[in-house]
Structure formats: structure tokens, C-alpha cells
């Protein structure tokens, strides 16, 4: 059987997009600069590196993550099942990945750039592109809603996933709209928290009842 590959064109332009934005980054920089790498939940940036490993990290970051969903093709249990999935969320990461790269470097340009709504809005952004794949996936280790009722019950396992996908689709739109008009961090972190957590906890006592149901 032929080996799912990883990188379709959604996966090849989210990664051009990152590359561009860092070689942007390397020919706009100073060499000597210092940029920011990690943040607080106040948003300051409490990490810096300097500028030519600090261009590396979110490219490190996908780089490892690509490997090993490319593992996870071509040795995993049900490798084939889980490629969908895998390629849309490497796809998806990447576009994170780009994100974070280019706010970096507009902070260190002296952009007044809040980093925590920005992160907040690509996560969001994130959801409803993994939120719209699941309902399409199938029974896999690797990717989608893999509870001890879902994996057993295929029929379980598209009803869950369904519904999952759509509460995620959901948050994320609740996400991305809260870092563009919700200035106070706590409601930030509470509807991000509400947002990734919930369809999750949702998912879960679904596919366990439906499972005690013994019927979808």
C-alpha cells in the first residue's frame, strides 16, 4: 500500500507563506536585533532571542511537527484514515507557525501589536479549520475524537466527531471574534478556554451516552 503523504497544496501554500514571511524578516531586521520569542498572559514579551535563531523557532517548530506526522503516516495503526485529518491540522499549524512569525517581527519593527489577541485569533482561526475536517474523518489512533466508544463504534465514532467539529467550528469563531473586540483579558482567556475546552468535554459525554444508549 502506498504511503499517505503529508504535504497536499494547502500544507505546500501555508508553508511558502511562513517562508516568505521569514526571509522577510531576515532582510528587514537588523542583524543585532533582539526579538521577542515567548509572552506572557499579560501580553509582554518575557523571552527575547537574537534575531537569526529567533527567525528559526517557528520554522523549527513545523519542521518537527511535519516529521512526525509523516511517522505517523507511514508507520501508525490506520495511517491511511488519519491522513485527512493530519494534512489539514499540518496545514493549519503551519498557518499558526506564519502568524506568530510575522507578529514577532512587526513587534520588533516597533508595532504597538498586541500578541495575546493575535494568538487568540489565529487559534481560533485554527479550530474552524480542524472543527470543519472532523465530521469527514474516519476511525483512526491518531486523529479526530479516539475514545474507547468511538474507535469500537464507527457509527459512534461519525456522530461524535460531527458534533465535535461544529462546537469547534463554534469556538473558534468565538475566538476569533472575541481577540478582535474583547480588549479584557479575562474574557479573552475565558472564551478561549470555553472555546478549545468545551466541544472536547461535549464530545466526550456524547459519545458516552450514545454509548450506553448502545444506539446512534
Given at each position: 500500500m502506498k504511503t499517505p503523504r503529508l504535504l497536499n497544496l494547502s500544507a505546500l501554500a501555508s508553508l511558502a507563506l511562513l517562508a516568505a514571511i521569514t526571509i522577510v524578516g531576515y532582510a528587514i531586521?537588523?542583524?543585532d536585533a533582539q526579538m521577542p520569542v515567548h509572552?506572557?498572559?499579560?501580553?509582554?514579551?518575557d523571552f527575547h532571542m537574537a534575531r537569526n535563531w529567533a527567525l528559526l523557532v517557528p520554522v523549527a517548530v513545523i519542521l518537527f511537527i511535519g516529521v512526525a506526522f509523516q511517522?505517523?503516516?507511514?508507520?501508525?495503526?490506520?495511517?491511511e484514515r488519519a491522513a485527512p485529518s493530519l494534512r489539514t491540522a499540518f496545514a493549519g499549524l503551519a498557518l499558526l507557525m506564519a502568524a506568530l512569525q510575522a507578529g514577532a517581527i512587526a513587534i520588533t519593527l516597533g508595532f504597538a501589536l498586541d500578541m495575546v489577541r493575535l494568538v487568540v485569533f489565529a487559534l481560533g482561526v485554527l479550530l474552524i479549520v480542524l472543527g470543519?475536517?472532523?465530521?469527514k474523518s474516519q476511525p483512526n489512533a491518531f486523529a479526530g475524537m479516539r475514545l474507547p466508544w468511538t474507535l469500537d463504534d464507527p457509527a459512534n465514532w461519525q456522530a461524535t466527531n460531527r458534533l465535535s467539529g461544529i462546537l469547534m467550528m463554534v469556538g473558534g469563531f468565538a475566538m476569533a471574534l472575541a481577540a478582535l473586540l474583547i480588549g479584557d483579558r479575562a474574557w479573552l482567556f475565558a472564551i478561549t478556554a470555553l472555546g478549545?475546552?468545551?466541544p472536547l468535554l461535549a464530545g466526550i459525554?456524547?459519545?458516552?451516552?450514545?454509548?450506553r444508549q448502545g444506539r446512534v
Open positions: 531586521l537588523p542583524a509572552w506572557g498572559p499579560d501580553g509582554a514579551a511517522i505517523v503516516l507511514q508507520r501508525g495503526l490506520h495511517g470543519n475536517i472532523l465530521p478549545i475546552v468545551g459525554l456524547f459519545s458516552y451516552r450514545l454509548s
